[in-house]
């Protein structure tokens, strides 16, 4: 087996990864700050993130053909030079479209680079250490998310919020540079062609599930508007059609083989249950903390740190864990934990302690920590290791595809409830009524929540330790 020098290339991917989850999260909590600047509603500023996850959910598919197609170092400077630009675009923008076109820019990056750390990991270390690797992606990916809103926080305090994107700038030209220097190539090259109706189908598939879940969240119609139906309907048929064709070929664009293997589907069902709850709640968390509370940007910002501080730390805790005892005993009791927290959210009020709110965020962080990451490689040691690409393109996808239902689901839910409360009699006697219409909102998001997590629960009864067999190894040296 060829030796790596795991430590720079995954040094290079995860600041870099960091980074772009850091600022995909930072921009949540200065939402409130650019619906000012920009005058626009809740639901276009909404855009700023859907926009991103559309994106997501529309290059996510093509990159298990990407990284057939493409070196390792390729994708890595394609990938970089597009975050790059778009960081860049995001710091000097000075109207909404222009920071609309900045996050795409953004997400392109964050698209190609994504799989591209799933993938060398899974081809750079040996499946016993697969999970301490994976715990180390996981606590990137959570702990981005979770300094952003912090820092953005601070940085819109005391400068503007163009500062969180001139302070990522740095960060990725430096990945950049120790990339370039240590990062090799990971993956062989087979000139595989691409099938243009499989892009296309896949494009307004996941795109119109996307943009069609993400367009209810928004508008007096919701969920009966002809734009949302229709996109979410033609998206669905032309997924349908995807489905059908990727059957028929000899090279699928995305191998649809990876489904037969039944512990992958069951860990896939985690994470997006996972995704699910981590974006609807952390997307109304901050604002029911601003607008429910009256708390500053930065308040609420550290308020959300430690949970997700600790969820970030445990995470390659959490996969030495899953090597050592396998994911039933962590997933389990992981989501009993989440369903007990997202109960409790449910009952927050204008007035509760800013200490319980915090109990309950870390007690929600630390459950996901013992889910998402044991769920995930448990599915994924299942494939072989051509499936490898397959498995983490459709996997990253569907979490992008997940994400964006989730946070629309939540956004109406939220407007509904608020909507519902202020058309009550009792809204003109209570002192501050839009804070009381922001917490009954929220409260109904939190119960949404928690529902998705029981869904969970009941499917985690059936995970068990996948053996990852020898001739997979073999197949791997």
């Not at 349908?240 to 896939?268: A, D, H, I, W």
């Amino acid at each position: 087996m060829k030796k790596y020098n795991t430590r720079a290339i995954m040094a290079s991917l995860l600041i870099c990864g960091f980074v772009g989850m850091f600022s995909e999260t930072a921009l949540n909590i200065a939402i409130s700050n650019l619906m000012e600047i920009f005058q626009i509603t809740a639901a276009t500023a909404q855009w700023l993130t859907t926009g991103f996850l559309l994106t997501l959910g529309i290059l996510m598919p093509l990159t298990g053909w990407l990284l057939q197609r493409f070196s390792t170092r390729q994708l890595f400077i394609g990938s970089l030079a597009s975050s790059i630009a778009g960081t860049l675009l995001a710091a000097v923008s000075y109207s909404f479209e222009m920071l609309m076109a900045a996050r795409v820019l953004q997400a392109v990056g964050m698209g190609l680079l994504i799989p591209l750390m799933f993938n060398t990991i899974l081809v750079v270390y040996p499946p016993e250490k697969r999970g301490a690797a994976m715990g180390f992606v996981g606590l990137v990916i959570m702990f981005a998310p979770a300094t952003g809103p912090t820092v953005a926080g601070l940085l819109i305090e005391y400068f503007t919020w163009h500062y969180i994107f001139w302070l990522s700038l740095p960060f990725l030209i430096l990945g950049l540079l120790v990339g370039l220097k240590y990062l090799d190539n990971v993956t062989e090259v087979t000139k595989s062609r691409v099938d243009l109706l499989s892009v296309a189908l896949s494009t307004i598939g996941f795109g119109g599930v996307v943009f069609g879940f993400s367009k209810a969240g928004e508008g007096s119609e919701g969920w009966t508007s002809p734009i949302v139906l229709t996109s979410i309907l033609v998206g669905a048929a032309a997924l349908l059609l995807f489905s059908l064709r990727q059957k028929t070929m000899s090279e699928p664009m995305m191998n649809l083989g990876v489904f037969k293997y039944p512990m992958y589907l069951v860990g896939l069902a985690m994470v997006l249950s996972c995704m699910m709850i981590i974006l609807s709640s952390m997307i109304i968390l901050p604002m029911f903390l601003q607008k429910g509370m009256n708390l500053t940007a930065f308040t609420a910002g550290l308020m959300l740190l430690p949970g997700s501080a600790l969820n970030g730390i445990l995470s390659p805790r959490m996969g030495k864990l899953f090597d050592k005892y396998g994911p039933r005993w962590l997933v389990i009791p992981g989501l009993i934990l989440v369903g007990i927290m997202l109960w409790l959210f449910s009952t927050l009020t204008p007035v509760s302690s800013v200490g319980f709110i915090v109990a309950l965020h870390i007690g929600l962080m630390v459950g996901i920590s013992m889910v998402w990451m044991p769920a995930q490689t448990n599915g994924l040691n299942q494939l072989p290791p051509e499936l490898y690409p397959h498995g983490t393109a459709i996997m990253n996808t569907l979490q992008q595809v997940a994400g964006a239902i989730g946070t629309a689901i939540a956004i109406s839910i939220l407007t509904g409830g608020m909507e519902r409360y202020m058309s009550g009699a009792p809204a003109k006697a209570v002192q501050n009524p839009l804070a009381h219409a922001m917490t009954a909102g929220s409260q109904h998001v939190f119960l949404f929540a928690f529902v998705v997590t029981l869904i969970g629960l009941a499917m985690a009864f059936f995970i068990r330790r996948v053996a990852v067999t020898h001739s997979a190894m073999n197949s791997m040296h």
